[in-house]
């Protein structure tokens, strides 16, 4: 019997993470499960002047006001009408609530994070920063987000559009 301790340091750590996968355009996308709170229809939403144009607005959700961003608008995608499967992602980041408008939200996947790939560095229309990296699943390229790191550029954009 082999040394249960030497063969442990030949094998990598296997890491399994679940996401909510999501299409924008042609393209899917997925987002950590654990920073989603819920998956809702789109309802109202409020204008707020002097935003940049990937901040819709806000929601009421539940007596909570919550921001909405376009992710269409922010990776530099077509706008498109709103439809019947458009859905708003609501997640909590270091205990803020934001709402993020989707095409619409295929399903749950998991991934072993030791066999997802580093963003490619061509050129993309989503910051390489806001991409953790890219994940195959039967056939499907899923584009994972760092939705801490999207997070924090869109607070930072929205703090020098006011200024402005």
């Known amino acids: 019997m082999g040394n249960p301790v030497a063969n442990s340091y030949n094998q990598k750590e296997v890491e399994i993470k679940q996401f909510v996968c999501f299409k924008l355009a042609n393209e899917e996308y997925a987002i950590d499960i654990q920073l989603i709170q819920e998956v809702v229809k789109i309802p109202k939403i409020t204008d707020i002047p002097q935003m940049p144009s990937f901040c819709l607005g806000v ?26 499967e458009t859905r708003i992602l609501s997640a909590s980041i270091d205990g803020t609530m934001i709402s993020l408008v989707v095409d619409q939200v295929l399903d749950n ?9 580093p963003a490619p560095s061509v050129k993309m229309n989503i910051d390489r920063e806001y991409i953790h990296g890219l994940g ?29």
């Open 59 to 84: 929601i009421n959700s539940r007596g909570n006001i919550i921001p909405v961003f376009d992710l269409r608008r922010k990776f530099r995608l077509p706008d498109r009408e709103f439809t019947s």
């Open 109 to 117: 996947v998991k991934f072993d994070m030791t066999q997802v790939d």
């Open 136 to 164: 195959e699943l039967e056939g499907r390229m899923i584009v994972i987000l760092d939705l801490l790191k999207m997070h924090e550029h869109m607070l930072k954009e929205i703090i020098d559009f006011s200024v402005v």
